[in-house]
């Protein structure tokens, strides 16, 4: 009996996807749950399972094609695969000879199959630096390779890569003929590449923004000494109770819930002629992936204390950085804020992620004079940027955010005290 493999619900305001890979070939044998194909959407790489064991009879829908919910992708044959090897093992005379034989080719199908099993970001970096997944030590769940495998395999190859540049000088008269000068020239050193639909996506939405929302930015600084000492001070004890590390993050996010439950606007959205105002605060929090750009939502955040928002937090980038959110866990938030400081940002203008109606800007935090009572110092500063809907928004209102964020970065003890 032939079993249908279909475009599973892939999420809110998501009614497409992209067949990225297929894990598996026509006649290979599937375990039930077994990861069959992977979709690509516009927000997630997501895996298609077995909903049963069997074979993989057909597959309709190919790498590349663009499939709605509910499309047909393959069939799978139930119970198929079992039967096929059975034959094998009954007539051992018959087969004993030719068993020797195949046996050189037995590495390369566990490295193809491996290399299929792989998360997506995995098998990204394997690919990007030309890496063969059986030579890397797996300590993953179940043998699986991860991606500080890959990336404890790439630190320790430096000791035996210096040799392989010297060849190169040799190789270099063969490409001395001359390249035709001009635009021809230039096209054949040119790579064309399909975008992905995530960096499709955040195209479109980032266009969105910029085309429907009344964009601006305000800018504020603030001085993160006392952020500093109070992290200092406890920093190892909270580790400790907790298991998870005191970052800036939870501050920042537990600044700005103060901050929205005094000026509403910031945390609602437009919906035609209405204004939704949220009395709930989903945070997004910007984080950056090998495949681009994508926002967790840390949920009921105003909810969570420290520790909780900080492992709800490494527990999303995580799984963001090994392709594995799922779509609930990227929808819906009131309000993001986004940290380039982790990259070395001074300043920017971050642009609304919406229907949001704001955005927070954080930076990197940098020593700078400062005039403190009267005297010059060196204080660590970040400049702190709100971009913001204006057609929701009045200015004045984006300043006082910015103004009550600064305050309790400044005077942690204000968000202990909701003052």
């Not at 190919?62 to 044959?77: F, K, Y």
């Not at 394997?126 to 890959?150: F, H, P, Q, W, Y």
């Not at 940027?385 to 057609?391: G, K, N, P």
């Not at 204000?414 to 003052?419: E, H, K, T």
Request: proline letters at 8%; hydrophobic letters at 40%; aromatic letters at 4%.
């Amino acid at each position: 009996m032939a079993l249908e493999i279909t475009v599973p619900v892939l999420g809110e305001s998501v009614s497409e996807a992209t067949v990225a890979k297929w894990l598996k070939k026509i006649g290979d044998p599937v375990a039930m749950d077994e990861p069959l194909l992977e979709l690509e959407t516009d927000k997630v790489t997501l895996e298609v399972n077995a909903t049963s064991a069997g074979t993989l009879a057909e597959i309709v829908a190919e790498e590349g094609a663009t499939v709605e919910v509910g499309a047909l992708l393959g069939t799978l044959s139930d119970g198929a695969g079992a039967p096929a090897a059975k034959p094998a093992e009954s007539k051992p005379e018959a087969k004993a000879e030719p068993a020797p034989a195949p046996a050189p080719a037995a590495p390369a199908a566990p490295a193809a199959e491996q290399h299929d099993t792989l998360s997506p970001a995995v098998r990204k970096l394997i690919d990007d630096n030309k890496l063969k997944a059986s030579d890397i030590k797996a300590t993953g769940k179940d043998g699986r390779l991860t991606k500080e495998d890959v990336l404890r395999f790439l630190e320790s190859r430096p000791t035996e890569m210096p040799a392989a540049p010297a060849p190169a000088p040799a190789a270099k008269p063969a490409p001395k003929p001359a390249v035709p000068a001009g635009p021809r020239a230039r096209a054949a050193q040119e790579e064309r590449v399909r975008m992905t639909r995530l960096r499709q996506r955040i195209a479109e939405r980032l266009k969105e923004a910029q085309d429907t929302a009344a964009m601006l930015t305000t800018f504020n600084e603030v001085d993160m000494t006392n952020l500093l000492a109070v992290r200092n001070s406890y920093k190892d004890v909270f580790e400790k109770k907790h298991g998870v590390k005191l970052g800036f993050m939870s501050f920042f996010v537990k600044a700005c819930i103060t901050a929205l439950q005094e000026l509403p606007a910031v945390n609602a959205e437009i919906e035609g002629t209405d204004i939704i105002y949220k009395n709930y605060y989903d945070i997004g929090v910007a984080v950056g992936t090998p495949s681009g750009l994508v926002v967790p939502v840390v949920r009921d955040a105003d909810k969570l204390n420290f520790a909780g928002v900080e492992k709800t937090i490494g527990a999303l980038g995580k799984k963001a950085r090994d392709g594995k959110l799922s779509m609930e866990e990227l929808s819906g938030g009131t309000f993001t804020i986004s940290n380039g400081g982790v990259y070395g940002s001074l300043m920017s203008t971050p642009i609304i992620n919406p229907p949001q109606s704001a955005i927070l800007g954080m930076h990197k935090t940098m020593e700078r004079p400062m005039v403190v009572n009267g005297k010059i110092e060196a204080r660590p500063m970040m400049y702190l940027a709100l971009s913001y809907d204006h057609r929701i928004i009045d200015g004045k209102e984006a300043v006082t955010f910015l103004v009550r964020v600064k305050e309790c970065i400044e005077d942690p003890q204000r968000i202990l005290l909701d003052v």
